[in-house]
């Protein structure tokens, strides 16, 4: 440790070391926090956002009592997409991403039809093959879906998904009941904040 030169005056050695003290307390005050620091951890969190995904959190419809979420992150020539929902019903179940943004309706027609990025090699009702809940009503199912991306022209960012009970994708009619037990809007991912 680097001698004070304050505390080496003789007349007041006391009042040196404290000067000396309240010095080092205040340089490393500044070594640990430099000016714009939360800015910056912000912009790196928002960039980041980016490679964590989308995510849509499940809400129950057609009288269902079904939640949960569904997410997508980008690997390789595509993006997996994975699902945790509980309460479904127990066997195959299908999901759709949609055309729309929007899961106001109580059968699910507010989200618009099945959707397919343009370069997708199916077709929008069959992007994702028939999942299957286990008799516990849960599902924890993890798909590779190439062709589909989080964001830009082949991403999930700005459409929703919709869960079906049993094997077949439905078109839904206002109004009309149907085999559509959850719908989410995609957003993006946000890190933990702690």
């Not at 516990?136 to 879906?145: E, N």
Request: glycine residues 12%; proline residues 8%.
């Amino acid at each position: 440790m680097a001698a004070c030169p304050l505390a080496s005056r003789p007349a007041r050695p006391r009042a040196g070391l404290a000067a000396c003290a309240l010095a080092a307390a205040a340089l490393a005050g500044c070594a640990t926090t430099a000016p714009g620091t939360d800015s910056a951890q912000k912009a790196g969190a928002a960039a980041n956002a980016g490679s964590l995904g989308q995510v849509a959190q499940l809400r129950a419809i057609g009288g269902s009592a079904v939640s949960g979420k569904v997410t997508v992150v980008d690997r390789g020539d595509g993006a997996v997409l994975t699902v945790a929902a509980f309460n479904i019903p127990t066997g195959p179940y299908r999901l759709t991403i949609n055309r729309n943004a929007n899961c106001t309706s109580p059968n699910g027609f507010s989200a618009g039809p099945a959707w397919a990025p343009p370069g997708a090699k199916r077709a929008p009702a069959d992007l994702v093959g028939v999942l299957r809940s286990n008799d516990a009503g849960s599902t924890d199912a993890t798909v590779h879906v190439p062709g589909l991306r989080a964001t830009g022209p082949d991403g999930v960012a700005g459409h929703s998904v919709i869960l079906y009970a049993g094997h077949k994708v439905t078109e839904a009619v206002p109004d009309v009941p149907n085999d559509r037990v959850a719908c989410g809007v995609f957003e993006v991912t946000r890190p933990l904040q702690f």
